[in-house]
Nanobody, 127 residues
Framework: QLQLVESGGGLVQPGGSLRLSCVVS????????IAWFRQAPGKEREGFSC????????KYADSVKGRFTISRDNAKNTVYLQMNSLKPEDTAVYYC????????????????????WGQGTQVTVSS
Protein backbone atom coordinates (compact mmCIF):
# COMPACT_ATOMS: atom_id res chain seq x y z
CA GLN A 1 0.00 0.00 0.00
CA LEU A 2 1.42 3.32 -1.08
CA GLN A 3 1.74 5.74 1.79
CA LEU A 4 3.23 9.21 2.18
CA VAL A 5 3.61 10.87 5.56
CA GLU A 6 4.56 14.50 5.96
CA SER A 7 6.16 15.90 9.09
CA GLY A 8 8.06 18.93 10.29
CA GLY A 9 5.32 21.51 10.22
CA GLY A 10 4.62 23.88 13.06
CA LEU A 11 4.46 27.48 14.18
CA VAL A 12 7.34 29.73 13.16
CA GLN A 13 7.93 33.47 13.19
CA PRO A 14 8.25 35.43 9.96
CA GLY A 15 11.75 35.07 8.61
CA GLY A 16 12.19 31.70 10.24
CA SER A 17 12.84 28.28 8.74
CA LEU A 18 11.31 24.84 8.75
CA ARG A 19 12.24 21.59 7.08
CA LEU A 20 9.42 19.34 6.01
CA SER A 21 9.92 15.64 5.39
CA CYS A 22 7.85 13.33 3.24
CA VAL A 23 8.51 9.69 4.08
CA VAL A 24 7.18 7.16 1.63
CA SER A 25 6.43 3.49 2.18
CA UNK A 26 4.92 0.67 0.21
CA UNK A 27 6.72 1.65 -2.98
CA UNK A 28 10.16 2.39 -4.32
CA UNK A 29 10.78 6.11 -4.24
CA UNK A 30 13.25 5.62 -7.11
CA UNK A 31 10.30 5.21 -9.48
CA UNK A 32 8.39 8.35 -8.55
CA UNK A 33 8.52 12.07 -9.05
CA ILE A 34 7.45 13.98 -5.96
CA ALA A 35 5.76 17.33 -5.68
CA TRP A 36 4.79 19.58 -2.81
CA PHE A 37 1.44 21.30 -2.67
CA ARG A 38 -0.14 23.61 -0.16
CA GLN A 39 -3.59 24.86 0.60
CA ALA A 40 -4.45 27.86 2.71
CA PRO A 41 -7.93 28.38 4.18
CA GLY A 42 -10.32 29.64 1.53
CA LYS A 43 -7.78 29.25 -1.25
CA GLU A 44 -7.20 26.73 -3.99
CA ARG A 45 -4.49 24.13 -3.70
CA GLU A 46 -1.18 25.37 -5.05
CA GLY A 47 1.49 23.13 -6.49
CA PHE A 48 4.72 24.97 -5.85
CA SER A 49 7.65 22.57 -6.12
CA CYS A 50 8.60 19.25 -7.64
CA UNK A 51 11.59 16.98 -8.09
CA UNK A 52 12.10 14.46 -10.84
CA UNK A 53 12.78 10.76 -10.36
CA UNK A 54 16.45 11.32 -11.09
CA UNK A 55 16.63 14.37 -8.85
CA UNK A 56 18.21 16.31 -11.72
CA UNK A 57 15.19 18.52 -12.27
CA UNK A 58 13.60 20.68 -9.63
CA LYS A 59 11.00 23.35 -10.16
CA TYR A 60 9.57 26.11 -8.01
CA ALA A 61 6.71 28.51 -8.24
CA ASP A 62 7.65 32.17 -8.20
CA SER A 63 6.03 32.47 -4.79
CA VAL A 64 8.73 30.29 -3.19
CA LYS A 65 11.67 30.51 -5.58
CA GLY A 66 14.89 31.40 -3.81
CA ARG A 67 13.43 30.56 -0.40
CA PHE A 68 12.45 26.88 -0.63
CA THR A 69 14.60 23.93 -1.66
CA ILE A 70 13.34 20.47 -2.52
CA SER A 71 15.62 17.44 -2.30
CA ARG A 72 15.35 13.68 -2.15
CA ASP A 73 17.19 10.82 -0.48
CA ASN A 74 16.02 7.66 -2.18
CA ALA A 75 18.00 5.47 0.21
CA LYS A 76 15.93 6.87 3.07
CA ASN A 77 12.70 6.93 1.04
CA THR A 78 12.38 10.57 1.97
CA VAL A 79 11.86 13.87 0.20
CA TYR A 80 12.65 17.10 1.99
CA LEU A 81 11.46 20.66 1.67
CA GLN A 82 13.71 23.24 3.26
CA MET A 83 11.78 26.44 3.78
CA ASN A 84 13.66 29.62 4.64
CA SER A 85 12.62 33.25 5.01
CA LEU A 86 9.09 32.19 5.75
CA LYS A 87 6.30 34.70 5.34
CA PRO A 88 2.78 34.84 6.80
CA GLU A 89 1.44 34.07 3.33
CA ASP A 90 3.21 30.70 3.47
CA THR A 91 0.72 29.61 6.12
CA ALA A 92 -1.08 26.54 4.80
CA VAL A 93 -1.42 22.79 5.03
CA TYR A 94 1.47 21.27 3.09
CA TYR A 95 1.11 18.01 1.18
CA CYS A 96 3.52 15.81 -0.70
CA UNK A 97 2.40 13.64 -3.58
CA UNK A 98 3.92 10.90 -5.74
CA UNK A 99 3.57 10.47 -9.46
CA UNK A 100 4.98 7.63 -11.53
CA UNK A 101 4.18 8.24 -15.17
CA UNK A 102 6.83 10.86 -15.87
CA UNK A 103 10.23 10.69 -17.56
CA UNK A 104 13.09 10.38 -15.11
CA UNK A 105 14.33 13.91 -15.69
CA UNK A 106 10.93 15.60 -15.69
CA UNK A 107 8.55 16.84 -13.06
CA UNK A 108 5.55 19.08 -12.86
CA UNK A 109 3.55 20.69 -10.10
CA UNK A 110 0.32 19.81 -11.88
CA UNK A 111 -1.72 17.90 -9.35
CA UNK A 112 -3.38 15.81 -12.07
CA UNK A 113 -0.08 13.95 -12.57
CA UNK A 114 0.06 12.72 -8.98
CA UNK A 115 -1.93 9.78 -7.71
CA UNK A 116 -0.81 9.25 -4.13
CA TRP A 117 -1.03 11.95 -1.49
CA GLY A 118 -0.07 12.40 2.12
CA GLN A 119 -2.35 13.66 4.88
CA GLY A 120 -0.63 17.02 5.15
CA THR A 121 1.21 18.97 7.81
CA GLN A 122 0.24 22.42 9.05
CA VAL A 123 2.67 25.29 8.66
CA THR A 124 1.79 28.53 10.42
CA VAL A 125 3.93 31.62 10.04
CA SER A 126 3.00 34.23 12.59
CA SER A 127 4.52 36.53 15.15
Amino acid sequence: QLQLVESGGGLVQPGGSLRLSCVVSGFNLNDYAIAWFRQAPGKEREGFSCISISGITTKYADSVKGRFTISRDNAKNTVYLQMNSLKPEDTAVYYCAAGRLMPSSYCSANGDLYHSWGQGTQVTVSS
